[in-house]
C-alpha cells in the first residue's frame, strides 16, 4: 500500500504524452466508427472523467456519453468483489458502445462491465482504457484501444486517485510508499 504523501508525485507519463496518445486514440475510434452511427461512451465513474472528456471532444463521430458507477476497491484496497453504484440512464440494445476505463489492474471491474453489458444485447461493444497494469490480469478481457501499458504500482493523476488525492493532477504519478 502506498503511502499517502502530501507532495506532488513524481512524473510516470507526462501531460503531453497524454494528449499525444488521446490524438492518437481518438484518431483512430473516429476511423473505426466512421460508418456506425451513434456511438454510446460509458464512461467509469470516478475515475475516467477526465479520460472521457477529452477523449469525446476529440472524436470526429456522432457519439451520446453515458456514465455508470463500479466499486472493486475499499479505502485503497482491491477488495475483489465488484458492486454496481450507478447503472446507465440510457438502454444499449442494438447500440455501439464503448466502454471508457481509466485503469485495467486486475480486470475484474471490466469483466464484469463486458458481461453485464453484453447482456443487454448491443451491437457492438469494445474497450478503451487509459492504462493497464503490464502484470498478468486475473480476469481476461480485450482493451480494444489502451493509452499505455505501466508498471505494476499505484499511479494517481489524470482522473486516477489514492483515497480521492491526485485525481486532478494534468500528468499520471507515480505514488511511492
Known sequence: MPADRGSLPPVLISQEQIDRRVDELAAQISRDYADAGELV?????????????????RLTVERRIEFIALSSYR??????AVRLLMDLRTPVQGRHVLIVED???????????????????PASLRCC??????????????VDYLGFEIPDRWVVGY???????????????????
Do not use: C, N, W
Not at 461512451?41 to 471532444?57: E, P, T, Y
Not at 482504457?129 to 480485450?142: F, G, W, Y
Open 75 to 80: 479505502d485503497g484496497a482491491v477488495s475483489g
Open 159 to 177: 482522473g486516477l486517485d489514492y483515497r480521492e488525492r491526485h485525481r486532478t493532477l494534468p500528468y499520471i504519478g507515480l505514488l511511492e510508499g
Open 129 to 142: 482504457a487509459l492504462v493497464r497494469k503490464q502484470k498478468a490480469p486475473e480476469a481476461q478481457v480485450d
Open 41 to 57: 461512451l460509458v464512461g467509469v465513474l470516478k475515475g475516467a472523467f477526465i479520460f472521457l472528456a477529452d477523449l469525446s471532444r
Open 103 to 121: 485503469i485495467v489492474d486486475s480486470a475484474h471491474t471490466l469483466e464484469y462491465l463486458v458481461d453485464m453489458l453484453q447482456a443487454r444485447g
